[in-house]
């Protein structure tokens, strides 16, 4: 079956400018993660959505940083004003309702450079 | 805050050569355990799990990870590793809620299998 995909693979943009990344997580799957990886280092905790509601947005590091999952499934990380510290790889991971034994599933990312 | 630690950041071993990767992790409560691996172009991939039972668990391509909860460790090995092992390694782990919950991963261990 179909994994979790993500668009763009690749996105350059300016800094100051807005961007948004999308992610089709595993169809069924009720839970969707965001993550982000910059260079040399593992993936670091953004935001986690169960269903539509962000049932934790403790890892978005300010307010520039906003994501939606309006139906439930497709999620949209957006970026305002972005800044050069910003680039990194943006990751997508889904799962399943399991009762706490979750395993995530990754999509490719999307890679974010901010000029 | 849970902490993942991945004692070495470049490991470089001959072909058939054993690996051991080290992983700590800091939380004291119920965890999940996990290895992803990356390879090179290609998505985070899931190595192998720890929920609960057998503390020795068997991944995928020859893989194993023993958990020590005494050491609060979860260390990757495999027995004789091949070229095509080369690859990022991360360790990762999730609080048990009883509810899907975010990945808290280390920094990872790049692996270079020579010929």
């Known amino acids: 079956g179909a994994g979790v995909s993500q668009t763009p693979s690749n996105k350059v943009t300016e800094k100051g400018k807005y961007v948004e990344l999308r992610c089709d997580p595993i169809?069924?799957?009720?839970?969707l993660y965001w993550y982000r990886q910059s260079l040399g280092q593992g993936p670091e905790f953004l935001i986690y959505?169960?269903?539509?509601?962000?049932?934790?947005d403790s890892g978005l590091p300010n307010d520039r940083f906003f994501a939606v999952r309006p139906e439930g499934s497709v999620s949209t990380l957006k970026i305002q004003r972005t800044e050069r510290g910003d680039s990194a790889v943006y990751l997508c991971?889904?799962?399943?309702?399991?009762?706490?034994?979750?395993?995530?599933?990754f999509g490719p990312g999307t890679r974010l450079t901010v000029l | 805050a849970q902490s993942v630690s991945q004692h070495n950041h470049h490991v470089i071993l001959s072909e058939a050569a054993s690996l051991e990767l080290g992983c700590n992790y800091s939380?004291?409560?119920?965890?999940?355990l996990f290895w992803y691996v990356q390879y090179p172009g290609q998505h985070l991939q899931l190595l192998l799990k720890?929920?609960?039972?057998?503390?020795l668990v068997k991944g995928i391509k020859g893989f194993e990870a023993e958990f020590i909860k005494s050491k609060f460790s979860f260390n990757l090995r495999k027995p004789s590793v091949q070229w095509s092992d080369t690859a990022e390694y991360f360790c990762?782990?999730?609080?048990?809620?009883?509810?899907?919950?975010?990945?808290?991963f280390g920094k990872g261990i790049t692996l270079s299998v020579r010929p």
């Open positions: 959505f169960q269903g539509t509601g962000a049932a934790d």
């Open positions: 991971a889904s799962s399943s309702e399991s009762g706490g034994y979750n395993e995530q599933f």
């Open positions: 720890y929920f609960s039972g057998d503390p």
């Open positions: 939380y004291g409560g119920t965890v999940n």
């Open positions: 169809s069924g799957h009720t839970a």
């Open positions: 990762a782990v999730n609080r048990y809620t009883g509810a899907n919950s975010k990945l808290t």
